[in-house]
């Protein structure tokens, strides 16, 4: 299994630009998650998703929109970029069963946006 | 606002037990306390999670007071590639949006 996976590993956006950020995991995990890190900090929700079609807002999700049309994909899209959207940018899953309580987490996103 | 709170950093020597607390005064009857750690900046990875008893697997061991309202990860042979960011997180179950502070940097020296 490869887990989850995401790209692209770095970009650079200028302001007011667009893009997707691609997540994939193999796992047949109900549960996906993005959050982001800024510098020295902690990681924070921006969404999450509890199954196919099904999508919620974490802590911050000003900025950010969301889709899951398959169990395996979860992109997050950011329309109008902004500085303050500089950061790296994780993606997790997990199963659903109430006996597992581990977050799998992908590779991350480094994005940059002057 | 982060539920747990825990030291900047600590170093320990390469080989020895790493012993790392974290302060969870607020935790409700339901919540679990989780650890993770961040290896260069890497996703972050699970490491152990206990909701009253203490916990080990192969990776490390868990140690919660009686009281709930503390705790201490223990690595006990650590080995240069635990030098991380160790994040001490509680939260309600299995699936549960985890909130991530600071974190505790631990630095292995040789």
């Known amino acids: 299994n490869a887990g989850v996976t995401q790209t692209p590993k770095f970009r650079i956006l200028k302001i007011g630009q667009s893009m997707t950020l691609q997540c994939t995991q193999d796992?047949?995990?109900?549960?996906m998650y993005w959050y982001r890190q800024d510098p020295g900090m902690g990681l924070k929700l921006i969404y999450y998703?509890?199954?196919?079609?099904?999508?919620d807002k974490g802590e911050v999700p000003n900025g950010y929109n969301v889709s899951r049309s398959t169990t395996e994909d979860f992109p997050l899209r950011l329309e109008l970029a902004a500085p303050s959207q500089t950061s790296v940018y994780f993606c997790?899953?997990?199963?659903?069963?109430?006996?597992?309580?581990?977050?799998?987490f992908g590779p991350g996103t480094r994005l940059t946006v002057t | 606002d982060a539920k747990t709170t825990q030291p900047t950093s600590m170093d320990c020597a390469e080989g020895r037990a790493a012993n790392l607390p974290c302060n969870h005064s607020?935790?409700?009857?339901?919540?679990?306390v989780y650890w993770y750690r961040q290896i260069h900046s890497q996703g972050p990875q699970y490491i152990i999670h206990?909701?009253?008893n203490n916990e080990t697997n192969e990776m490390a061991s868990l140690i919660i007071t009686e009281d709930r309202k503390s705790s201490t990860l223990i690595l006990p042979h650590a080995t240069l590639r635990d030098t991380a960011v160790y994040y001490c997180?509680?939260?309600?179950?299995?699936?549960?949006?985890?909130?991530f502070g600071k974190g505790i940097t631990l630095s292995v020296r040789p």
């Open positions: 997790a899953s997990s199963y659903e069963l109430t006996s597992s309580y581990e977050q799998y």
């Open positions: 796992m047949n995990h109900n549960y």
């Open positions: 998703s509890v199954g196919a079609g099904i999508t």
């Open positions: 607020t935790i409700s009857g339901n919540e679990y």
């Open positions: 206990g909701l009253k």
């Open positions: 997180i509680v939260s309600p179950g299995a699936n549960s949006k985890l909130t």
